[in-house]
């Protein structure tokens, strides 16, 4: 298995079962992911779905609120409701009447949520000294899965 | 996640046990392996999120992990694949502590599954609050390497 024998066989059967993993995944992923645009073009399609929204609050009323997801607003049932303008991020069920997400819990993202760069720039940093002390240990050469005649 | 600093000083936990420094680099690479590939597919290759739910799936880290081990020699063959599987592993678990308010970001049972599992235990806007425990055991493992005599051959 970790032989190279049929070196180009079992690298290119592993690299074809994610690839066909991804692709599945993708097609599948439609009932688990759905953009808003699809999900608001056809409710009835995606009645009951789980979805997770996040954006800032546009407007109030009585039963909940409105955010702004994916620049499409979308109404938002709950039983508490965050100020106008908020940032926040949800889990509810799409319901075709509406159509409008009833949410199962939403939360504000945190004052602190805008330092979020921070620990951007510095897994940045992380990732390029990983990789120079990868190759500190490690010297590619490309002739070793390079492809031979017979 | 983006986090990798939290990554990295988790993958340096098991890591400082190991005597080959070559075996431990590909720990630590497996623990980024599951980002590298689908951050590097999402923002370089603009693929779909959809398509890349079993690149934190162990079955799909599996693939992705045997494929990598490929690339090293073959004497090395073997433990270079534990030790990015590994590192993949330790990655969806500690992915698996945030909170995604329940819908997780690991599907450990995909293709048989689509459902994803989180412990709940970090808010994800709050991992800037982990840096300076990531380098407290950062220097904690270098700390504990020299005592154990696995220092930089």
């Known amino acids: 298995m970790f032989r190279n024998s049929f070196y180009g066989w079992k690298l290119g059967a592993a690299l074809a079962l994610a690839a066909a993993m991804t692709a599945t995944s993708a097609w599948r992923g439609e009932s688990i992911h759905p953009p808003a645009w699809r999900c608001l073009a056809e409710p009835e399609r995606w009645h009951g779905a789980e979805l997770r929204a996040s954006g800032p609050v546009l407007s109030l009323d009585r039963d909940g609120f409105v955010i702004l997801w994916q620049q499409v607003p979308l109404r938002v049932l709950a039983p508490s409701a965050p100020a106008k303008g908020e940032e926040v991020e949800i889990v509810g069920v799409l319901e075709r009447d509406g159509p409008c997400l009833r949410a199962r819990d939403w939360r504000r993202f945190p004052p602190r949520a805008r330092y979020r760069w921070i620990w951007e720039w510095v897994s940045l940093l992380v990732l390029a000294l990983i990789l120079v002390n990868f190759l500190r240990h490690f010297a590619f050469r490309p002739e070793a899965v390079r492809l031979k005649g017979r | ?153």
């Open chain 2, 1 to 153: 996640m983006p986090d990798l600093l939290t990554h990295l000083a988790s993958a340096r936990v098991p890591g400082a046990f190991l005597r080959d420094r070559r075996v431990q680099a590909l720990l630590i690479f497996g623990s980024f392996l599951p980002d590298v590939v689908s951050k590097t597919l999402y923002w370089a290759a603009w693929t779909p999120s959809d398509f890349l739910e079993p690149l934190h799936s162990p079955l799909g880290l599996l693939l992705l992990s045997y494929a990598a081990a490929l690339f090293v020699e073959e004497s090395l063959r073997r433990p270079a694949f534990a030790a990015l599987f590994g590192g993949a592993l330790l990655h969806v678990a500690v992915d698996m502590l945030k909170d995604n308010l329940g819908s997780g970001s690991s599907a450990l049972f995909y293709p048989f599954s689509t459902r994803e599992y989180e412990l709940g235990w970090i808010d994800p806007e709050n991992v800037v609050l982990l840096i300076p425990l990531d380098v407290a055991v950062l220097a904690l493992m270098a700390w504990l390497e020299r005592r154990l005599g696995r220092v930089p051959q």
